[in-house]
């Protein structure tokens, strides 16, 4: 990564992550900032997972970093920790170049999370993602130098840089630091100030990516203002084409995205798996109270959009104000004449099947823009479509067998027959599809389908997939945030035929047991 | 389109063109030139289908464009054509802005060009390009004036300029202009030198696109040097989107793409459809011809780029010499430590039914590059998997005569059933890898998915595509070129077992009527 601090580096690279790691290429974020806090003493709250990244491992790792070379005792020329950070607390100060002490260790944590990186990616994953300013040409230069050195020719290096040049997009982002890692809990007003000094010494020697990598034939890609404008350059690879694709069809339009199964088949009375019969009764009374579902909803999230925009915090903030503004509203919004957001359009997306599609039959299409996918279609069972499990399990005890140790990978047998990865690769368009438009959208799909889509946007582990609990009547509520994806589960009630709001929304797997969510 | 004259415009035009059509999005070029030409008074050999554009239906058009409006009488203010342009020769002389009777008819040419492209898309296409340098802000601005006075504000105006910093590309570029339209059986010295006075001209006034159309919000995508870099800004909508990703995806390698169906299988000697069966004596005999074919036609291949390598033609052209050079031989080529081109990788696609996969078994996998891809599986037939045309036809009567009614838009009924356009939704996928690679690749795929690649390569009419004659033991080699896409069929001998080339290569429809190629 490349960029100035609050670009939205952090916001890019955990979505890419996401989207790469569940195409089921291993990618991991390695955060110089994070490191550098703990380097400097701090307790790092914000580690997703904590890692055993002490002081001492970091010295030990130093012996192999292209800063201090083999040999070189590093503890000699260790500066001491503590002494320059002023523990805690990272002000403005501590990113000054005059502060000589601060920027060697600042140098080298950068170095030393590369390290981290390359080990990752030479053993164990496919990409690693090295989020820092990385503002210099010198530091770039430092980057490629040591890759070539450690990895070789073969692993290819891509400079990602985003840069915002509108007002609005900065000062949302700036907000959203006031409330990170390194000012959490402190006057907003003095962070804010302290922050902008930070950026400014930045920005002093700052050099975007330009003529120099262009002549020097390196790959990058520059967003601005993140999906306004995005320049590619020499991006070969599969993976980096998959990346500019899916950074192409980014925006920060604030909407609602809405996963389902479909209501109770025939076919779910009986117990089969596959096939394509038509609804219940129950099912369709569930098809009848999910339209009436998404009609409230709907109208719930007008009302707050409205006066939400009504009301939207202010830059610079007051004191004690900590809620960071809504970019979107200018950004992924529509504005009427009035200024005010234009209500979006609302799509629902069945499969092909019929199940799927009857389950969407009670939405008014003059209101709902109402499409059939075959992405959605569930997972194709092959020659086991129709049967129920006991049949496969005493027809085809081996196939039986084979699927429950790998539920992921396997793949039924016969013409058409799919594994999980089968139906990742074909709903890759509907995701981009999801995440290129700025409209509500609700897709009505199948237990696979709906694992997967959830898998995407809440960034499941890839062994909780295939073991997601994902029952009849249950339906997620998802909103893309600037921090993250927030989201709602909601259980239909048969009797009062409406929806009960699952407490904590917790993900389960079919054991009961919590799912991790990364989102 | 935006850019000087032997920028590839026109070349990424037919490109995009192709493919937008093979979407079935209804796309049609309007080129300037041509247009200019035929109101000069040239015979307009190079139009792929003559239109009846003749100076008085161009004057018709007139009194409707915004260059002369309604009620002033076109015939007064026209200058006489071939006073101007000297008949058939277009020299630079006629681009110099000085020349202004030549300067009001360019003008002319242009908006009622861009008047015939509005016709097509709010009447009968989807997607007009105008084919023509637009390297003014002026242009481009009168023609988002006029397009919003025919077409309101709901038609999406998105430039496309193409920039050549690359002075070899640049120069393989306006090689070819020498034998083209304009300058076609002249002295080649003479006409490259006319040519650059030309260019020479436009660069003047040229207004590359940037931060005008940044401040303005108008939609634009930028080619620099055919793929090196790509710029989108503010791409919007589903069109815009694939255009970019397309267009991210390119390259002028010099490679071969090779189609093929799998050799016989059971079911084919049983006459029935779909299914999963495996190869029959005579498919495995194919099989292995196959495999010694391509061996073959590689090394040819390889021979050819040596040579022509070792022999490439100069710049600028010696008297007589009209061969344009190969840019793409480092463009597209990896260069060896001699400086010649590497030898290519040769990537050897099946389907995932056992008829495909067999079918590439005697590749060996040392040298090819071996994948199996469910996006290249046979069209689907749902419920009628297994059968024979007699027993669907006795079966469902009315679901046979559906399908001979209209075979690209039928989908067989039941569960997973398809539809030719629910393959060319699919095979889009592999149609852009292929676009993205380099290497050499041979698709072994089946009835319905060999029609639909080549319907792509080719450029096939709508409606030839469901209809196109491609039986078993017939193999198409394809080569793009910078003028389009150069192919030749083939056809096993199973006395030989080798393969005859087919004079001339049409294609053929079931009726054994020739195709149209566009390539």
């Known amino acids: 990564m490349v960029g100035l601090p609050a670009r939205g580096k952090s916001y890019i690279t955990k979505k890419v992550a996401r989207y790469l790691n569940w195409l089921q290429h291993d990618t991991e974020i390695f955060n110089v900032g994070r490191r550098r806090r703990i380097a400097a003493g701090a307790p790092d709250n914000f580690a997703p997972t904590p890692k055993p990244a002490t002081a001492a491992s970091l010295l030990k790792l130093s012996t192999t970093s292209f800063s201090s070379p083999p040999g070189n005792n590093p503890k000699r020329t260790d500066p001491n920790i503590s002494d320059i950070a002023g523990g805690l607390n990272q002000s403005a100060a501590f990113f000054d170049p005059a502060n000589k002490a601060a920027a060697e260790l600042r140098e080298k944590v950068a170095l030393e999370t590369l390290d981290e990186l390359l080990e990752y990616v030479l053993h164990r994953g496919s990409i690693g993602i090295l989020d820092a300013t990385n503002s210099t040409r010198g530091r770039r230069q430092a980057i490629i130098d040591r890759v070539r050195e450690v990895a070789g020719k073969e692993l290819g290096v891509l400079f990602l840089e985003s840069e915002c040049h509108d007002q609005q997009l900065l000062e949302a982002n700036m907000r959203l630091k006031l409330s990170g890692p390194d000012y959490k809990g402190q006057d907003p007003v003095k962070a804010l100030e302290d922050f902008k000094q930070r950026v400014a010494i930045y920005e002093k020697n700052y050099v975007t990516l330009g003529d120099f990598e262009e002549k020097a034939g390196i790959q990058f890609i520059k967003m601005i203002d993140v999906g306004r404008k995005v320049v590619a350059h020499q991006v070969k690879g599969f993976l980096g084409a998959q990346t500019v694709y899916f950074l192409l069809n980014f925006n920060l339009a604030h909407r609602q995205i809405w996963i389902t199964r479909h209501g109770e088949s025939l076919d779910n009375v009986a117990g089969k798996i596959g096939g394509d019969a038509s609804l219940s009764e129950e099912g369709k009374k569930y098809a009848r109270a999910l339209a009436s579902f998404m009609e409230h909803q709907r109208r719930v999230f007008r009302e707050r959009q409205l006066q939400k925009h009504d009301e939207s915090s202010h830059m610079p903030p007051r004191p004690g104000d900590i809620t960071p503004p809504n970019p979107e509203y200018s950004k992924g919004d529509s504005i009427d004449d009035d200024g005010r957001p234009v209500e979006k359009n609302f799509c629902v997306w069945t499969s092909m099947l019929q199940r799927s599609v009857a389950t969407a039959q009670f939405f008014d299409d003059e209101e709902y823009d109402i499409k059939e996918m075959r992405m959605l279609n569930e997972?194709?069972?092959?020659?086991?479509?129709?049967?129920?499990?006991?049949?496969?399990?005493?027809?085809?005890?081996?196939?039986?067998?084979?699927?429950?140790?790998?539920?992921?990978?396997?793949?039924?047998?016969?013409?058409?027959?799919?594994?999980?990865?089968?139906?990742?690769?074909?709903?890759?368009t509907v995701i981009v599809e999801v995440e290129r438009m700025t409209d509500h959208v609700l897709l009505i799909g199948h237990r696979v389908v709906a694992r997967v889509l959830l898998a995407y946007f809440l960034g499941l582990d890839r062994n909780d997939v295939a073991k997601l609990d994902v029952p009849l009547g249950r339906l997620y509520g998802l909103e893309p945030k600037p921090y993250g994806t927030q989201f709602n589960s909601y259980q239909y009630n048969s009797e009062t035929e409406w929806f009960d709001q699952i407490p904590n929304s917790q993900l389960t797997n079919e054991e009961g047991l919590v799912v991790k969510v990364n989102n």
Do not use: F, M
């Open 379 to 428: 997972l194709s069972a092959g020659v086991a479509e129709g049967l129920t499990y006991a049949e496969i399990k005493s027809s085809w005890p081996d196939q039986y067998a084979l699927r429950r140790a790998d539920k992921l990978h396997y793949r039924y047998p016969g013409a058409g027959g799919e594994s999980y990865l089968d139906v990742i690769n074909r709903l890759r």
